[in-house]
Structures are given as C-alpha cells and as structure tokens.
C-alpha cells in the first residue's frame, strides 16, 4: 500500500498570507497526485488533479506542483473562504488519501 | 449539471449488512471516461477509498476492507450500490459517492454524503 503522510496536520494563518501545504508519498507515484478541499458538513472538492492542473472553476491562488514523493499545495493569498481541511489522494497504486490538513484563522 | 444522491439505511446492526444506492442524474453512467466510486469518512476523521465500479461492472476496491465491500452497478436505473458485510461500530460513518475520472482516477463529483451509524 502507498501511504501519504501530510504536514503539518494544522496550520494557523491570516487572510492575505502565503500557504504551503506539504505531501510524501512512501513510495513514487510520479504526478498521480490529487487535492481536494473540505469544509465542515460539506463534501470535498476537487482543487488540483495531476499534481499541478486546475481544477476548472478553481480559483487561481491555488496551486500544486511536485512528482515522485514530494508534493506541494499552495495558497498564494488566503481568502477568509479558503479556512477548510484540505487532503491530498495518489492514484497511482489504487487509491488513498492522506490524513489531512486543518487551515485556521489565527 | 451533474447530481449524485446517497441513499439508505441511517442505522445498521453489527454483523449484518450496510446497503447503499447513488442516483446519478443530470448525465450519463454509461461513460468509459469516468468511473463511480465510493469513499467514506468517520466522524470527526480523515477519507477512506472504499472502492469504484466502471459502467461495465469492473471493480477496484481498498484491501483494507478485507473483501467485505461489494459495488454494482445498473445503469438502466443510473444507480450504483454499495454493500458491506459483518459491520461493526468502526464501519460509522459518512459515506460519499463521487465520480471518478477514469484518467488520473480523481473525483470531480461528489454527493452530499449519508450518515451510516453501526448500533444495535
């Protein structure tokens, strides 16, 4: 099985600030690499597919990149609407997701 | 637009069997681009992949569940099912259907989820 292991598990942020959220995948998955983005009682939704295409519809502040192990989402200027979880999901071995990353006001 | 609605008991027995249906509406089932998954997500906890089904009734599922997960699909209905057997308390949770792109196996679908709550 592939195991995907977010960091860090929570972040605290201010609107206008710079977000990266990190991923590693335990073994390379080259850009098989999704993000998605939950808010509380709502189903995820799908930012970045392929590591680095977005989602349409999805605002440009967001952005992935990475292949292999490593990969990295990032919010360019956090809107008060961005505060979510956020999780990352390979499918280059079946599928899995990684644990998640909780995005709070500060 | 494309809907995707869960359907199905609120509550199950331990050891008996957890049933669910999505209704897809608003487009086709019957696309060799995409795939209908299911995923779950316990309270308070992260995403789990349970498993997704072609409109031709192929199969993929988490080994995680131990064969305890079965997917079918009818597609006269535009529904695809879920079961999963011997349940017990670790089996609550929100469960999620969604469309799965059959390239890059990503969901751009989702429903709006159904609460399952394993209690005898």
């Known amino acids: 099985d592939i195991q995907m292991t977010q960091s860090p598990s929570s972040v605290s942020a201010s609107v206008g600030d710079r977000v990266t959220i990190s991923c590693r995948a335990s073994q390379g998955i080259s850009t098989w690499l999704a993000w998605y983005q939950q808010k509380p009682g709502k189903a995820p939704k799908l930012l970045i597919y392929?590591?680095?295409s977005l989602q349409s519809g999805v605002p440009a502040r967001f952005s992935g990149s990475g292949s292999g192990t490593d990969f990295t989402l990032t919010i360019s200027s956090l809107q008060p609407e961005d505060f979510a979880t956020y999780y990352c999901q390979q499918t280059n071995s079946l599928i899995t997701f990684g644990q998640g990353t909780r995005l709070e006001i500060k | 637009q494309l809907q995707l609605q869960e359907s199905g008991p609120g509550q199950v027995k331990p050891s008996e069997t957890l049933s669910l249906t999505c209704t897809v509406s608003g487009g086709s089932i019957s696309s060799s681009s995409y795939y209908w998954g299911w995923i779950r997500q316990p309270p308070g906890k992260g995403l789990e992949w349970i498993g997704s089904?072609?409109?031709?009734?192929?199969?993929f599922y988490n080994p995680s569940l131990k064969s305890r997960a079965t997917i079918s699909v009818d597609t006269s209905k535009k529904q695809f099912s879920l079961k999963v057997s011997s349940v017990t308390a670790a089996d609550t949770a929100l469960y999620y259907c969604?469309?799965?792109?059959?390239?890059?196996?990503?969901?751009?679908?989702w429903g709006q989820g159904t609460l399952v709550t394993v209690s005898s």
């Open positions: 969604a469309r799965e792109a059959s390239e890059g196996n990503f969901f751009d679908q």
């Open positions: 392929a590591a680095s």
């Open positions: 089904i072609s409109y031709r009734g192929g199969t």
